[in-house]
């Protein structure tokens, strides 16, 4: 195999991003609290691609025309104060939007100061996001002791808000709420501050999955799924009404560059500080421009004193480091070349790439990306800096470009790119198992071991379903038993399948069960016992102890059979010693991500488990399920940790481990082959419960078109209305 060394690409980060921001000068005392005052270029650049017309033109986006009306906004009208546009304090441009409250009012649904506006846009789509800039000034009294709403918006499934509560010393929480939702989450510094400017981002999406989302300041705050539609008929700024004030209170809001969008729009211009070059901070915006910018300088937390400034546009395009102390302002980019193992074909990925970087102000990482370069935002990092490398594992057939980029202390982007001609192996897809559970003739159909197995019922998702109902206490549900059906051994598996959950579905109550589907080993025999075997894989959901009884779903292995113990005691780790053992916990280290589970039975029941803790399944709806695994290789007789375990709902990637070991050298040609339903709660069921299963699949690939093995070959739809032969 020959090596290639690739000519080298170079491009000052000027040259490649012809929008990036630049910082020329920043003026001030470098201490906490001072005000800071920089010049440069692009330092907003706003891109307003997807934004609601009323937006992207005219005087209203900055509320920057004469009057309120004049921008076509609405006012509130009844008992409320009408908001103006100001002069004497604002963001960006010449005005922003100042909003009045004053007076005591100890109820919900206060005097208000708003404007209001048809939606539009995002209606279309059901993805709606919302950013503006906001500003409250207490200047007489205390902060409203119960809440004060600040953003509303209405469609046709009701209302949805943003507003803070806390109490008569600070407003401590931020709350989003309204029609079937409320979540809450501390404001950041232990409370809002008087005369300090926030960006806010709202974001509301109805399908396929219910987001609703809060961030302040670029951070994610909370996120919360219980949005009904994200329809938008009219949308509310302002002080719109507010609870818990004195005769003495009085306030002003202020509100600048807002903006509708069906994406995300984020900040105007985020400007950061580190000490270090590794930790940044964003900064308190005093006001913002493409060519001015100041901002409340705070080092509070910051490691180290070699203080440095960022600032990141709108486009997301990130200046070079400006040297606030110490350190040199350089604008030279490191030098890069890739040295791999010629790329020109190849069949199948990861591909590992290779190179070096050299720069006099220090390189600090390097990434990679295809298409284009990478930058601070974007781009997979590479192992190392003068020299690096890693995986580039997510090529599509034909031609593709990799560039790696290397930054340097100062920011300061390097970059070169190889050409890779990827032609992947074609598999054919096969489908073992079609079952839609329209008739209860289990037999016929090739399952055997209980083939009375569940209650066939009408309200599927298609048709029929398999129904499984436990009664309280009890382990096994009506008719429930261990069905199973054989399939060719294969190391790769697709498995799709739609499931509801009753409402009120609280699972076993413990850390463990209910088991849903077992999938054995081509070791394990027909009729194998499914807790003591050489590999058995679970797809399952795992419900939390407590009230709500949130619905996880959740992988696990077992290779109980595997367990070496004439080693030591287990859990220890032999994965240095021999193959000869089990891939899970008693044996072999926990993967991250995973939970490892090790105690004496037969000889000792050894086990990982994966469970999705940012996801939760509803109940009383079909979700459909979909997980795709593959066996990890052996090298040289060495199990490697690279095999896949993959699982989606309704479309949204819940787990994703590529360090999965399945089998080791002592099983080198180990492979999935049977498919087993086995309901099953150890405990007792702590209610009667039931749930539904429908619409089953199991293959080496989707079974209905034939794919190549890309990055997730198995990732496709499947059509309801597919006939055709069964393997």
């Excluded at 490191?334 to 102000?361: M, Q």
């Excluded at 489908?431 to 209980?450: A, C, H, K, Q, V």
Aim: hydrophobic share 35%; charged share 15%.
């Amino acid at each position: 195999m020959r090596r290639l060394i690739i000519a080298l690409i170079f491009l000052t980060a000027g040259a490649a991003h012809a929008t990036t921001p630049t910082i020329s000068l920043v003026s001030g005392t470098v201490s906490t609290g001072a005000t800071l005052t920089i010049t440069g270029s692009n330092m907003m650049d706003e891109d307003k691609s997807g934004w609601q017309s009323r937006f992207t033109s005219g005087s209203a986006y900055g509320f920057e025309g004469s009057t309120v009306t004049a921008d076509g906004y609405y006012m509130g009208g009844g008992n409320v104060i009408d908001p103006v546009y100001d002069s004497s304090v604002k963001l960006s441009g010449n005005k922003s939007l100042k909003a009045r409250g004053q007076g005591a009012w100890e109820g919900p649904n206060g005097p208000a100061s708003l404007i209001y506006f048809p939606g539009g846009g995002g209606a279309e789509t059901g993805d709606i996001w919302i950013r503006k800039y906001v500003r409250m000034d207490i200047l007489g009294g205390t902060w409203p002791s119960e809440y004060q709403k600040i953003i509303d918006s209405q469609g046709s499934a009701g209302q949805y808000y943003l507003d803070t509560i806390g109490n008569s010393t600070f407003m401590a929480t931020w709350q989003i709420g309204g029609s079937n939702t409320a979540h809450y989450v501390d404001a950041p510094g232990g409370g809002l501050q008087s005369g300090r400017w926030y960006a806010v981002e709202l974001h509301w999406k109805a399908s396929p999955s219910r987001i609703y989302e809060l961030y302040i300041d670029n951070t994610l705050m909370l996120t919360g799924s219980t949005m009904t539609t994200a329809d938008l008929t009219w949308l509310l700024v302002g002080l719109i009404n507010y609870g818990g004030t004195s005769s003495a209170f009085s306030e002003n809001v202020y509100y600048d560059n807002l903006a509708v969008s069906s994406s995300r729009i984020r900040p105007s211009s985020i400007i950061e500080v580190s000490g270090d070059g590794i930790t940044w901070k964003y900064q308190e915006p005093v006001a913002l421009g493409d060519t001015s910018s100041q901002i409340k300088l705070d080092l509070s937390g910051l490691t180290g004193t070699n203080y440095r400034m960022r600032v990141t546009n709108n486009r997301q395009e990130v200046s070079s480091v400006y040297y606030l102390s110490g350190g040199t302002n350089d604008s030279t980019a490191p030098v890069v070349a890739i040295s791999t193992t010629d790329p020109s074909n190849i069949t199948a990925v990861p591909l590992l790439v290779s190179g070096t970087a050299s720069d006099g102000v220090g390189v600090v990482g390097c990434k990679w990306r295809l298409g284009s370069q990478p930058d601070a935002l974007n781009g997979t990092s590479m192992v190392g800096t003068t020299s690096w490398s890693g995986n580039a594992n997510s090529f599509s057939s034909g031609s593709n470009t990799l560039y790696v980029g290397c930054y340097d202390l100062a920011n300061n982007w390097g970059y070169d790119s190889i050409t890779v001609n990827y032609t992947p192996e074609t598999l054919p897809a096969v489908t073992s198992i079609n079952e839609s559970f329209e008739d209860n003739s289990f037999g016929l159909r090739n399952w055997y071991d209980n083939t009375n197995h569940g209650t066939i019922a009408t309200g599927g998702y298609s048709g029929n379903c398999l129904q499984w109902s436990w009664a309280q206490g009890e382990a096994q549900p009506t008719n429930g038993g261990s069905m199973r059906r054989l399939f060719d051994p294969a190391d790769r598996l697709y498995v799709s399948f739609y499931v509801k959950l009753q409402t009120g579905w609280r699972g076993s109550q413990q850390t463990y069960h209910p088991h849903m589907i077992t999938i054995p080993s081509d070791l394990d025999e027909e009729y194998a016992p499914l807790a003591n075997n050489y590999l058995n894989t679970y797809i399952e959901f795992n419900s939390d102890l407590g009230s709500p009884y949130t619905i996880r779903p959740a992988m696990a292995i077992q290779d109980e059979k595997r367990v070496n113990t004439a080693s030591g005691t287990p859990p220890l780790d032999l994965s240095a010693i021999t193959e000869n053992r089990s891939v899970a916990y008693c044996n072999t280290p926990v993967p991250d991500g995973a939970a490892g589970i090790c105690y004496a039975d037969n000889p000792y029941y050894s086990a990982n488990v994966w469970k999705a803790s940012n996801a939760s399944v509803s109940t009383n709806s079909w979700h459909h399920v979909e997980v795709y695994l593959q066996m990890n290789t052996i090298d040289g007789g060495i199990g490697q940790s690279d095999g896949i375990m993959r699982e989606w709902v309704d479309g949204v990637q819940v787990l994703n481990h590529t360090d999965v070991m399945y089998r080791t050298g002592q099983d080198a040609t180990k492979k999935w082959a049977q498919f087993v339903f086995s309901p099953w709660i150890g405990d007792g069921s702590p209610i009667a419960q039931t749930m539904w299963i429908d619409e089953l699949t199991v293959g080496t690939t989707s079974p209905y078109v034939v794919i190549e093995p890309g990055p997730e070959p198995w990732r496709v739809s499947v059509p309801k209305s597919f006939s055709g032969s069964i393997q």
